[in-house]
């Protein structure tokens, strides 16, 4: 496994590398969700590169990117179990030196959601992958879709601006009692994280609605709000019943939709999904 810190370097080892590249950018702290999409990414490509960048664009003034958690040697660790070729760590000032001021926006997907809540995160996590995608050169580049809506922004960047890459999207890696692999986690207390199911009864119920026949999207938010409030430590940032395509909210769920949350349990914020199709 070969380590790159600068552009420079990244470039100069891409260019030894033949086959197909597949693509896996992260943020560090890998767990499952990070290693199922590593392992995708190998069993279909010749050669896999994993970036580790806490990206500062994305985080709003009042969030945790001070303490967002990071643990580089264990990265690497198990970084290299899963054979992964080459790992790009580039620094801020490498990502971002000091004349930067080019930003992509993707609009309309954007407006609602994740963005009503963190002004700005979608226009950090577009640019940071436009530029991670022209610095390495991928074939495919691999997604969780636990983050749906960032997929989502991320395949329309890509089909808007030409980019010639596939967006694989790979199934939410899940604990046993179904909480959503996040590195986020890592900042529940034991009681935080009994409380945290409560995203995951509350997907599973609203797929439960649906599949008996349910079609009324304000019913299924209804009972979801409702089950979600007999939680005391949880509160509602947002529960969606969303067109899976334009994340637009729907009245009547006649085409595949997006259910998805966001809850604050303690002072942590978390999100799930699942798709209605």
Same mark, same amino acid.
């Given at each position: 496994?070969?380590?790159?810190?600068?552009?420079?370097?990244?470039?100069?080892?891409?260019?030894?590398?033949?086959?197909?590249?597949?693509?896996?950018?992260?943020?560090?702290?890998?767990?499952?969700?990070?290693?199922?999409?590593?392992?995708?990414?190998?069993?279909?490509?010749?050669?896999?590169?994993?970036?580790?960048?806490?990206?500062?664009?994305?985080?709003?003034?009042?969030?945790?990117?001070?303490?967002?958690?990071?643990?580089?040697?264990?990265?690497?660790?198990?970084?290299?179990?899963?054979?992964?070729?080459?790992?790009?760590?580039?620094?801020?000032?490498?990502?971002?030196?000091?004349?930067?001021?080019?930003?992509?926006?993707?609009?309309? +997907?954007?407006?609602?959601?994740?963005?009503?809540?963190?002004?700005?995160?979608?226009?950090?996590?577009?640019?940071? +992958?436009?530029?991670?995608?022209?610095?390495?050169?991928?074939?495919?580049?691999?997604?969780?879709?636990?983050?749906?809506?960032?997929?989502?922004?991320?395949?329309?960047?890509?089909?808007?601006?030409?980019?010639?890459?596939?967006?694989?999207?790979?199934?939410?890696?899940?604990?046993?009692?179904?909480?959503?692999?996040?590195?986020?986690? +890592?900042?529940?207390?034991?009681?935080?994280?009994?409380?945290?199911?409560?995203?995951?009864?509350?997907?599973?119920?609203?797929?439960?609605?649906?599949?008996?026949?349910?079609?009324?999207?304000?019913?299924?938010?209804?009972?979801?709000?409702?089950?979600?409030?007999?939680?005391?430590?949880?509160?509602?940032?947002?529960?969606?019943?969303?067109?899976?395509?334009?994340?637009?909210?729907?009245?009547?769920?006649?085409?595949?939709?997006?259910?998805?949350?966001?809850?604050?349990?303690?002072?942590?914020?978390?999100?799930?999904?699942?798709?209605?199709?």
């Amino acid at each position: 496994m070969q380590l790159a810190k600068t552009i420079a370097e990244l470039r100069d080892l891409r260019r030894q590398c033949s086959g197909s590249v597949g693509f896996v950018p992260t943020m560090g702290y890998l767990h499952e969700g990070h290693l199922a999409l590593v392992r995708q990414a190998r069993n279909e490509n010749s050669t896999v590169v994993v970036s580790i960048f806490v990206n500062p664009a994305q985080f709003g003034p009042s969030e945790d990117l001070a303490s967002y958690p990071r643990d580089l040697d264990r990265d690497l660790e198990l970084l290299e179990e899963e054979k992964t070729d080459l790992v790009f760590m580039p620094s801020d000032e490498e990502m971002y030196p000091r004349l930067f001021s080019s930003w992509v926006d993707v609009e309309k +997907v954007t407006e609602r959601l994740e963005e009503a809540s963190r002004p700005g995160f979608f226009r950090g996590v577009a640019t940071v +992958v436009a530029k991670l995608f022209n610095i390495v050169q991928p074939a495919k580049a691999y997604f969780g879709q636990k983050d749906a809506q960032q997929a989502i922004v991320i395949q329309r960047m890509v089909a808007d601006l030409n980019m010639n890459l596939e967006i694989v999207l790979v199934p939410t890696v899940r604990e046993n009692d179904g909480l959503a692999m996040s590195s986020r986690n +890592v900042y529940l207390n034991s009681e935080e994280r009994q409380a945290a199911t409560i995203l995951f009864k509350a997907l599973t119920l609203a797929k439960e609605l649906w599949q008996e026949g349910e079609k009324d999207a304000d019913r299924i938010r209804h009972q979801m709000i409702s089950l979600i409030q007999k939680e005391p430590l949880a509160r509602i940032d947002y529960v969606s019943i969303a067109d899976a395509s334009t994340l637009e909210e729907l009245k009547t769920v006649d085409r595949p939709a997006l259910a998805s949350l966001a809850i604050r349990i303690g002072q942590t914020r978390l999100i799930d999904n699942t798709i209605l199709e």
